[in-house]
């Protein structure tokens, strides 16, 4: 069965530290674009960052704060997150794209991505 499944969630306060994973199964990872997403409670699901073979991409509202590495021996893909702010509260999915497909990542528009796991929630709250 070809999927991703995320863990690493949980509850932590204002300035604290996450670190989710997301290991895919069926499928491996080389030939693909990973991309890391959240949606929050009633707003639009949005892009936290995406890797391409070594090249990274981060939103300015996570820049600094989050980072992206891929181990493709362990078909994982992991965010580590500090600093973490109320507004990072959300459902964090990850989905990925053959790279030689036709998509595109940012933190409002992506397309092409596939194989979405079912999530994992992350709260910031005091």
């Known amino acids: 069965q070809v999927q991703f499944v995320e863990s690493g969630g949980g509850l932590v306060q204002p300035g604290g530290s996450l670190r989710l994973s997301c290991a895919a199964s069926?499928?491996?990872?080389?030939?693909?674009?990973i991309g890391w997403f959240r949606q929050a409670p009633g707003k639009e699901r949005e892009g936290v960052s995406c890797?391409?073979?070594?090249?990274?991409v981060y939103p300015d509202s996570v820049k600094g704060r989050f980072t992206i590495s891929r181990d493709d021996a362990e078909n994982t893909v992991y965010l580590e997150m500090s600093g973490l702010k109320t507004e990072d509260t959300g459902v964090y999915y990850c989905?990925?794209?053959?790279?030689?497909?036709?998509?595109?990542?940012?933190?409002?528009?992506?397309?092409?991505?596939?194989?979405w796991g079912k999530g994992t929630q992350v709260t910031v709250s005091s």
């Open positions: 890797i391409s073979g070594t090249t990274t």
């Open positions: 989905a990925a794209a053959r790279v030689q497909s036709n998509w595109h990542f940012s933190q409002t528009t992506f397309y092409g991505m596939e194989h």
């Open positions: 069926g499928f491996t990872l080389d030939d693909y674009a």
